[in-house]
């Protein structure tokens, strides 16, 4: 009961954790006055859960620790999220996703699709793991853990309000889903053949191709609530440990691996070439 301390007062938002003082002064819409203990005051700009958690109208403790779990959760993931995308780019040597879809076309020993969870199956599970916890769904839905916190960040809202949050979650999922799919899952490849890639654009292959993005698309939102019911919940301590402990160094050493890997490559390849020419 020491351990964690909430007091609100009118735009002012005062924590105590450990016996280390946080103050949080609101200024303006979406900029905060935050200090730790007796330093000088940092102006910082605040992500939406945070905007919501310091909102002039939200005078409830639960929101508040709500809305700075859903920020240190959300700065956490995305690094992960990140390093996992740029190891994919370094492959591909493109930000382009048509370029990365048209690069999953094929397959592998003629055996596997060419798709990208087959060629960096680690950078797959990352960034699913990641996109998951990124959407604060089950088991990282900290945020808003019903046994600790009633909802969380959006604690004191109801009706039409309310409503928008589950909607702006579905919606994460979708575009995660899609783009999951499109990184490493070939987009809208169909596997086992080249029709959809060549030859002139029709309507049954526009259609195909889409149907093939939407199944798999929807496959993975379907994942998404599958796991809701079938995980239990982390503690903080867990989730956070998780990011920074266990994700992020291992994220950071696949991009490392990659990127040598790709320089060794080309640097290879420059070598037949001018062993070739000489």
Known sequence: ?????GVSDGFERKLE???VGFRAEVKGKDTIHFTIGYSHPVEIELPNDLQIAFDEKNKNKFSLLGGLRAGSQMISYELVMGLTVLGLLLIHGSV???TIVEHQSGTIAGVLPAWGVFQQPLGAFLFLTAAIAENKRIPFDLPEAESELVAGYHTEYSAMKFSMFPISEYAGMITASAMLVTLFFGGWDIPFTQWDNTGEYTVLKTLLTFASFAIKTLFWVFFYIWIRWTLPRFRYDQ??????KVMLPIALSYVTIV?????????????KVLLVHM
């Not at 990127?259 to 420059?270: C, G, P």
Request: hydrophobic share 75%; net charge positive.
């Open 1 to 5: 009961a020491n351990m964690v301390k």
């Open 239 to 244: 989730l956070m440990s998780l990011g920074w």
């Open 96 to 98: 382009d996703l048509r």
């Open 259 to 271: 990127a040598v890997l790709v320089l060794a490559l080309a640097l290879a390849l420059l070598a």
């Open 17 to 19: 954790l450990y016996g």
